[in-house]
């Protein structure tokens, strides 16, 4: 689990890249795949400067790396800081599946303490 500073900050960052849309649907494309700028572009009513920051934004993340063949430039799904915030949101998962679980357990031992309708007929 990331504790450290340096690891929450850079959770911080990942959150924060993940919060717009755009960059979230760019890294759900590059999980089929590396790809360039202009096919990363192509489904987006905007300018391919407009896709690129966002790519710095996901590559200052970690969530993406970039390089060069000849002259196109790919970007590269990095998967491990997605772990990392798949992990620290699962102790949160836990709690509420948790919490969920006592209301449950709550409920029913009040429906079952609870009088019926049929009871309360009967005792009339």
């Given at each position: 689990?990331?504790?450290?500073?340096?690891?929450?900050?850079?959770?911080?960052?990942?959150?924060?890249?993940?919060?717009d849309p755009?960059?979230?649907?760019?890294?759900?494309?590059?999980?089929?795949?590396?790809?360039?700028?202009?096919?990363?572009?192509?489904?987006?009513?905007?300018?391919?400067?407009?896709?690129?920051?966002?790519?710095?934004?996901?590559?200052?993340?970690?969530?993406?790396?970039?390089?060069?063949?000849?002259?196109?430039?790919?970007?590269?799904?990095?998967?491990?800081?997605?772990?990392?915030?798949?992990?620290?949101m699962?102790?949160?998962?836990?709690?509420?599946?948790?919490?969920?679980?006592?209301?449950?357990?709550?409920?029913?031992?009040?429906?079952?303490?609870?009088?019926?309708?049929?009871?309360?007929?009967?005792?009339?």
């Amino acid at each position: 689990m990331p504790s450290s500073p340096a690891s929450l900050d850079r959770l911080t960052s990942v959150f924060a890249a993940l919060a717009d849309p755009t960059r979230r649907a760019i890294l759900q494309r590059l999980a089929e795949g590396d790809a360039k700028v202009a096919e990363l572009a192509a489904p987006f009513a905007m300018s391919q400067p407009a896709i690129s920051k966002h790519l710095k934004v996901l590559e200052g993340a970690g969530l993406i790396s970039r390089s060069r063949v000849s002259t196109a430039r790919f970007s590269h799904l990095e998967a491990e800081p997605l772990k990392e915030a798949n992990e620290y949101m699962e102790k949160y998962r836990r709690f509420w599946a948790s919490t969920l679980d006592r209301l449950d357990v709550a409920l029913a031992a009040y429906q079952s303490a609870a009088p019926t309708d049929d009871s309360k007929q009967t005792k009339e």
